[in-house]
T-cell receptor
Framework: QQQVKQSPQSLIVQKGGISIINCAYE??????FPWYQQFPGKGPALLIAIRPDVSEKKEGRFTISFNKSAKQFSLHIMDSQPGDSATYFCAARITGTASKLTFGTGTRLQVTL | DVKVTQSSRYLVKRTGEKVFLECVQD?????MFWYRQDPGLGLRLIYFSYDVKMKEKGDIPEGYSVSREKKERFSLILESASTNQTSMYLCASSLGTLSSYGYTFGSGTRLTVV
């Protein structure tokens, strides 16, 4: 079963626009929600992360919004740039043995000129 | 920077072969993971290890096994490769249970089984 649902599957945004990727989860035991960015030919890299006691976290042009009651969180990329074109994965973790991550299915973002 | 190195970038193997995928990390991380990445399915956990010689099944362990004899090395074994195991395999490591540093991934091994 898909414990973390991610949408959309793909996204095209013009340069300077806002990219928004959404994720929803079922398990209320999740306690850490990271986003990963993956460029072609590379492994995913940690982009930004949030804990459920915070509703928003901002790092540069990247912001996570977190809605605990709705069990949803989203990534906003402000002033999107062609260099942001990549695949983005949301994830969720339950603290415990190895604290393994459960990933969403990914969103391929293309930022056009 | 933590480095996670996967021994092969591309592999082509025949159906029925025993396949070894190797992963080495250089920052003394306790946890290591093997995921496979398929279009539309995201990253799915195959196996993970939280200590030397310790391993646990992930979500899709069937057809795979793992070995962790040393802290820095985590091997994924396909006992008898099948075409449905054609995929991108990603190794990752992380620093302990409560770390907020997340995973560090290798660059992946693209395995084709013919």
């Amino acid at each position: 079963q898909q414990q973390v649902k991610q949408s959309p599957q793909s996204l095209i945004v013009q340069k300077g626009g806002i990219s928004i990727i959404n994720c929803a989860y079922e398990n209320t035991a999740f306690d850490y929600f990271p986003w990963y960015q993956q460029f072609p030919g590379k492994g995913p890299a940690l982009l930004i992360a949030i804990r459920p006691d915070v509703s928003e976290k901002k790092e540069g042009r990247f912001t996570i919004s977190f809605n605990k009651s709705a069990k949803q969180f989203s990534l906003h990329i402000m002033d999107s740039q062609p260099g942001d074109s990549a695949t983005y994965f949301c994830a969720a973790r339950i603290t415990g043995t190895a604290s393994k991550l459960t990933f969403g299915t990914g969103t391929r973002l293309q930022v056009t000129l | 920077d933590v480095k996670v190195t996967q021994s092969s970038r591309y592999l082509v193997k025949r159906t029925g072969e025993k396949v070894f995928l190797e992963c080495v990390q250089d920052m003394d991380h306790e946890n290591m993971f093997w995921y496979r990445q398929d279009p539309g399915l995201g990253l799915r956990l195959i196996y993970f290890s939280y200590d030397v010689k310790m391993k646990e099944k992930g979500d899709i362990p069937e057809g795979y096994s793992v070995s962790r004899e040393k802290k820095e090395r985590f091997s994924l074994i396909l006992e008898s490769a099948s075409t449905n195991q054609t995929s991108m395999y990603l190794c990752a490591s992380s620093l302990g249970t409560l770390s907020s540093y997340g995973y560090t991934f290798g660059s992946g091994t693209r395995l084709t089984v013919v």
